[in-house]
């Protein structure tokens, strides 16, 4: 079946920019998080949502930073002012958020900030 | 939350076992153990996850030490395409927050 799409898989954008990235999960996952991973480092946590709540966003750095997930299915990351720091692969995954079950992750977006 | 700690990095034969360590002494009673790798260019994917006992799965299986403060992660024969970084991970029991951390590089030798 499908898997976790991304789009776009790549964004480059003009420092200052506002920029949105979007997460289609596997149908019926309830749970979806945002990473976002810079070179040589692992994944770091972003936030997860729960249905359409976001449960955790303890992992958004600023409030620049902002996601939504308004049916409870696809995610839009949204960053405003882009910086040249924002420059990262941004991973979505998602899950049937039942105990401990896995996370699917998607192949990420590349984001460039010139 | 529990803490993790994984040697940087490894190196494995070519159709030799791999033993890949976790070390989770502050982990709590409920906490479940998961192991996830990433290949270059691709984003995370699950392997395997356990709660106290050892469990064994197609890709590899997890062993679990009994006082739980430690785990191991077996690939029983090492590929190639077994060349990821592999993390360990702690979510803690009542959430869903996967924090990984910088994991263990695994090269493979032809």
């Known amino acids: 079946g499908a898997g976790v799409s991304q789009t776009p898989s790549n964004k480059v954008t003009e420092k200052g920019k506002y920029v949105e990235l979007r997460c289609d999960p596997i149908?019926?996952?309830?749970?979806l998080y945002w990473y976002r991973q810079s070179l040589g480092q692992g994944p770091e946590f972003l936030i997860y949502?729960?249905?359409?709540?976001?449960?955790?966003d303890s992992g958004l750095p600023n409030d620049r930073f902002f996601a939504v997930r308004p049916e409870g299915s696809v995610s839009t990351l949204k960053i405003q002012r882009t910086e040249r720091g924002d420059s990262a692969v941004y991973l979505c995954?998602?899950?049937?958020?039942?105990?401990?079950?896995?996370?699917?992750f998607g192949n990420g977006t590349r984001l460039t900030v010139t | 939350d529990a803490k993790t700690t994984q040697p940087n990095s490894m190196e494995s034969n070519e159709e030799e076992p791999v033993h890949l360590p976790c070390n989770h002494s502050?982990?709590?009673?409920?906490?479940?153990i998961h192991w996830y790798r990433q290949l270059p260019s691709q984003g995370p994917e699950y392997v395997i996850h356990?709660?106290?006992s050892n469990v064994n799965n197609r890709m590899a299986s997890l062993a679990i030490a009994e006082d739980r403060k430690s785990s191991t992660l077996i690939l029983h024969r090492a590929t190639l395409r077994d060349a990821a970084v592999y993390y360990c991970?702690?979510?803690?029991?009542?959430?869903?927050?996967?924090?990984f951390g910088t994991g263990t590089r695994l090269k493979v030798l032809a």
């Open positions: 991970i702690l979510p803690p029991s009542g959430t869903y927050k996967y924090i």
């Open positions: 149908s019926g996952h309830t749970a």
């Open positions: 995954a998602s899950s049937a958020g039942l105990g401990a079950s896995p996370l699917h």
């Open positions: 502050t982990i709590s009673g409920t906490d479940y």
């Open positions: 356990g709660l106290t």
């Open positions: 949502f729960q249905g359409t709540g976001a449960a955790d």
